[in-house]
């Protein structure tokens, strides 16, 4: 009777990330996230049994990250107990200059760890077999898969293969990828032929099932709200005939859309009570939409409301595209600060602005608004 095997299945670390939404605090907190979801890899391969770790490429976010990250991951795969299988992927590609033939990775990377540099099986324990398809350079001309299984013949009995690769699925891509995308099914008919028995795939960061033995896994920690299911890592079981492949959550951060429309003081309570609500606010990212137009002491009560939970969050950020809240100002607003002089003519001038179609006045408005009541 053939023997099982689990392993994981992790793709897509980009450790060296850099997002612009986060603040210094913030994006120190996150990057260090994406490594600790590393090393919660390897308390997944302790829990489980796991005899290995697949990562299908994109381990680094460029070929240029600093010293410090490559250290600082190498220390994050030391704390994985079983041997670690890493692909190039588009970001982290075999060409020249590539960090994989550095100094700094070659003199601290883990005697473990086994980067996949050409497309020659790896025998990773008897009778399990790996095989990859290594980028090696950010734009190939063909299928990114293909070189990695075109010349395999089925396995023998009581052989698994796992493939390994990076790149989209024309089925998942949209239509909108710029580099060739993988053949989905002459990938399945290399499964159903036998000389396949999983493919594990990286480059889209949502966990994602093609098929009962093709997987993308995602990436180990969120990367952008657009993504649906981030934040795991596969531990994949195969054995006798059957597969199982069960997501483990790895990840601690959430990244958040929220819409809203806002006309008055009860739709603003609404939305200060959904930011109370919500938890692990120091490793969340709220991205807001919103519509509507508010009184000018709303208006301000809305921009020290977003100002604090900033502080608070990870980052709050309105989106740009989809932000359309104006203060709407009238004489009531500007009597009730009991402004004379060049500071009455000039939120009258701002006021009539906005009033005209300028949107930038509005900022100015419910800024001078707020230091003048303040002042007051």
């Not at 013949?153 to 060739?180: C, F």
């Not at 960061?205 to 596969?234: A, C, K, M, Y």
């Not at 969050?313 to 989106?319: D, H, N, P, T, Y």
Request: glycine letters at 8%; charged letters at 25%.
């Amino acid at each position: 009777m053939e023997e099982s095997i689990t392993f994981l299945h992790s793709s897509d670390w980009q450790l060296g990330m850099m997002r612009r939404f986060l603040g210094p605090d913030g994006q120190a907190r996150w990057g260090q996230a994406r490594l600790d979801a590393v090393a919660r890899i390897g308390d997944v391969a302790t829990t489980s049994g796991a005899a290995f770790v697949v990562v299908t490429g994109d381990v680094f976010e460029h070929n240029q990250v600093e010293r410090q990250t490559i250290l600082r991951a190498c220390e994050a795969l030391k704390r994985i107990p079983v041997p670690v299988v890493l692909l190039p992927g588009n970001h982290d590609a075999l060409e020249p200059g590539s960090l994989w033939t550095s100094a700094q990775w070659q003199a601290h990377a883990p005697e473990h760890v086994t980067v996949l540099t050409d497309t020659k099986p790896l025998e990773i324990l008897p009778g399990v077999e790996i095989v990859g398809a290594p980028w090696r350079s950010r734009r190939p001309l063909s299928d990114p898969a293909a070189p990695g299984y075109g010349d395999l013949k089925p396995t023998p009995a009581g052989t698994t293969r796992i493939m390994l690769a990076h790149g989209q699925l024309t089925s998942l891509s949209g239509g909108m990828s710029d580099v060739p995308t993988i053949d989905q099914a002459a990938l399945e008919a290399a499964v159903a032929d036998g000389r396949l028995q999983y493919v594990g795939l990286g480059d889209r960061h949502s966990t994602t099932q093609v098929t009962e033995r093709i997987w993308f896994s995602g990436t180990q920690e969120v990367t952008t709200p657009e993504e649906t299911d981030p934040g795991n890592v596969l531990k994949v079981t195969i054995g006798a005939g059957a597969i199982d492949v069960e997501p483990v959550r790895v990840g601690a951060w959430h990244m958040v859309d929220h819409r809203v429309e806002l006309f008055d003081e009860e739709s603003l309570g609404a939305l200060e009570d959904w930011f109370a609500e919500l938890p692990d606010k120091e490793r969340t990212y709220v991205r807001l939409a919103g519509d509507g137009s508010l009184p000018l002491p709303l208006h301000s009560r809305l921009d020290m409301l977003i100002d604090a939970q900033g502080e608070v969050f990870a980052s709050v950020e309105r989106w740009a595209k989809f932000w359309t809240v104006r203060p709407a100002p009238d004489a009531a607003d500007l009597d009730a600060l009991q402004l004379s002089g060049p500071a009455r003519a000039a939120m009258e001038e701002l006021r009539q602005a906005l009033a005209a179609g300028d949107d930038s006045a509005g900022a100015a408005l419910s800024l001078m608004h707020r230091l003048a009541r303040d002042a007051g």
